[in-house]
T-cell receptor
Framework: QKEVEQDPGPLSVPEGAIVSLNCTYSNSAFQYFMWYRQYSRKGPELLMYTYSSGNKEDGRFTAQVDKSSKYISLFIRDSQPSDSATYLC??????????FGKGITLSVRP | DADVTQTPRNRITKTGKRIMLECSQT?????MYWYRQDPGLGLRLIYY???????NKGEISDGYSVSRQAQAKFSLSLESAIPNQTALYFC????????????????FGEGSRLTVL
């Protein structure tokens, strides 16, 4: 079992839809949980991070972590065409090693 | 100007050729990284450096070497390129210490697309 599993996608939704992106993990030592967004022909950029179970909101984005189930999610409300990108989950262990999911490509149709 | 600059952005080469990808940063970060990204495989760490004298192998270092010429410069070399090294390569930097919300944040360059024929 890989340390981090991410839904493979791709995912296509209409503008205004609620999007749910998910990752599961097997390493209970992971402490920090992040979502990176990567636009076409660009490097990934940190979108959100959290280090505890629960929800964290930032505008239309909500990051959710459930450590008991080893499951993290990113929700996008009122999705926009500008949200079209590849989203990568990432998790960091106490020794600062960062492990990425494979990424899921999201397309928001106008 | 970009904080993390990679050159070249695109390169096509032939099997057996030596290739160097260069990375420079103006963020003042101590830590620098080289990743490769392949469809279906995600981002995989090749090498990382926590300072000029500290270089470490990542999960897929075979066939690659690196040089940290200065705090701001970190280059990746393929001594004898092979077709399965065709990929998108990213350089990244991070702060040397875990500071609250900065934990784990990597700052990526725009990538170098390498094709080995």
């Amino acid at each position: 079992q890989k340390e981090v599993e991410q839904d493979p996608g791709p995912l296509s939704v209409p503008e205004g839809a609620i999007v749910s992106l998910n990752c599961t993990y097997s390493n209970s030592a992971f402490q920090y949980f992040m979502w990176y967004r990567q636009y076409s022909r660009k490097g990934p950029e940190l979108l959100m991070y959290t280090y505890s179970s629960g929800n964290k909101e930032d505008g239309r984005f909500t990051a959710q972590v459930d450590k008991s189930s080893k499951y993290i999610s990113l929700f996008i409300r009122d999705s926009q065409p500008s949200d079209s990108a590849t989203y990568l989950c990432a998790m960091m262990s106490p020794n600062s090693k960062l492990t990425f999911g494979k990424g899921i490509t999201l397309s928001v149709r106008p | 100007d970009a904080d993390v600059t990679q050159t070249p952005r695109n390169r096509i080469t032939k099997t057996g050729k030596r290739i160097m990808l260069e990375c420079s940063q103006t963020k003042g970060h101590d830590r620098m990284y080289w990743y490769r990204q392949d469809p279906g495989l995600g981002l995989r760490l090749i090498y990382y450096s926590f300072d000029v004298k500290d270089i470490n192998k990542g999960e897929i270092s075979d066939g690659y070497s690196v040089s940290r010429q200065a705090q701001a410069k970190f280059s990746l070399s393929l001594e004898s390129a092979i077709p399965n090294q065709t990929a998108l390569y990213f350089c990244a930097t991070s702060e040397g210490r875990v500071v609250g919300g900065g934990a784990g944040e990597l700052f990526f360059g725009e990538g170098s697309r390498l094709t080995v024929l």
